[in-house]
């Protein structure tokens, strides 16, 4: 393989696909990252750690076909340091590697293209386009509520549901749920309930943009996004995800109207008197005034009035600061609406197609 290609296109290709390059594993191939050349005067960047692989492919000059897995961290680090402008990378005898420009040689040791894992295909799969934007917000609203507790790995990742033109994605960790669904331009012939893994979820954030379309395919146990070409391929975590349906409250018609960000702001306040053995923050609800306050033996306590709309009864409950911190700073509307339905039971947010629920804590 020889090929000449422009250092910032392949920096970029080299971002894109490293995240999941797998440094710690038993399978030295899995450090590498493989440049192969396509027929469209390009050449394909591929890195996968068995659960996730990402693809990309960049225009270069191909003087000479081929394919090589190069060690990923030594290689982004060159590209990195290297001037702007043309380099040549080719391939010698025993899997050497080359790297050049006008005034600079660097040579690496890969690894053959034969031992790298083949990136899952896809065929006779129906393709589902949905807005890159809408999408994105989507798993911003929900992903935060993953599990992070590897005995619950139903739960270490987002709920994909599609039924007709609905579209739905459900995460929880047991203490906290987030739900939220969007309408599809054409109804899917097929329903879909599927687990995406938390770190398939935050690659694909990552390269989602604010406007344009995005697809992906369902396999028998996979996922394949394509992202403004950008290839990601992730297995989905199986098992059953809990019935999330049991655990949502019905809507009550007394509902606390606040200013979304004067009460982020006056939870982060509370928030930073809490210690892992102290973390419940007590809320107060009044007819016009939500008092949070935070006692913490040993540190200090805090007391703060915001200014609400209510017209039901009075209401103690003690909720995990974090929980509301998360789902707050990522609502875009000025003013919401709680639902706070007693001392041992869970505090609601529901906007238009959103909802997120937490369960309270001792106070």
């Known amino acids: 393989m020889k090929i000449k290609i422009f250092k910032e296109d392949l920096l970029q290709g080299i971002l894109k696909v490293q995240n999941v390059v797998s440094l710690k594993s038993s399978l030295p191939i899995l450090a590498n990252i493989l440049l192969e050349t396509r027929k469209n005067s390009s050449i394909r960047l591929y890195a996968t750690d068995l659960d996730i692989g990402i693809s990309c492919e960049i225009p270069v000059q191909i003087m000479e076909e081929g394919a090589i897995t190069i060690p990923a961290k030594k ?54 386009s949905i807005d890159q934007s809408t999408l994105k917000e989507m798993l911003r609203m929900t992903s935060f509520a993953v599990s992070h507790e590897e005995a619950r790995y139903v739960l270490n990742g987002v709920l994909l549901e599609i039924d007709g033109d609905i579209i739905r994605i459900v995460a929880t960790d047991g203490r906290r749920l987030a739900k939220i669904e969007r ?80 009460l982020l702001a006056a939870i982060r306040r509370a928030n930073l008197l809490a210690t892992p053995d102290f973390q419940a923050v007590k809320f107060e609800v009044f007819k016009d005034k939500l008092v949070v306050s935070k006692v913490t033996p040993d540190v200090g306590e805090s007391r703060e009035e915001v200014n ?31 639902e706070f339905l007693g001392a041992d039971k869970p505090g609601v947010i529901r906007l238009d197609d959103y909802l997120y629920l937490a369960l309270p804590m001792r106070i």
């Open 75 to 128: 290689f982004s680090d060159i590209i990195k340091e290297l001037p702007a402008g043309d380099i040549v990378i080719s391939t010698k005898k025993n899997n050497h590697i080359e790297i050049e420009g006008d005034k600079f040689l660097f040579k690496l040791i890969g690894l053959p293209k034969e031992e790298f894992p083949k990136f899952p295909e896809f065929k006779n799969a129906e393709a589902i």
């Open 183 to 262: 309408k599809t331009e054409t109804a899917i012939k097929k329903e879909i309930k599927i687990i995406i893994p938390l770190k398939a979820v935050q690659e694909i954030t990552r390269n989602l943009k604010d406007d344009g379309a995005m697809s992906f395919l369902t396999g028998t146990n996979q996922l394949l996004f394509d992202i403004n070409n950008v290839l990601i391929a992730t297995r989905i975590i199986e098992g059953e995800f809990p019935n999330y349906h049991q655990v949502i409250p019905k809507e009550q018609s007394s509902k606390i109207r606040v200013a979304t960000q004067e």
């Open 308 to 338: 609400i709309e209510y017209g039901g009864s009075e209401v103690i409950v003690g909720f995990n600061p974090a929980f509301f911190i998360e789902v707050l700073k990522n609502i875009a509307e000025d003013k919401i609406h709680l």
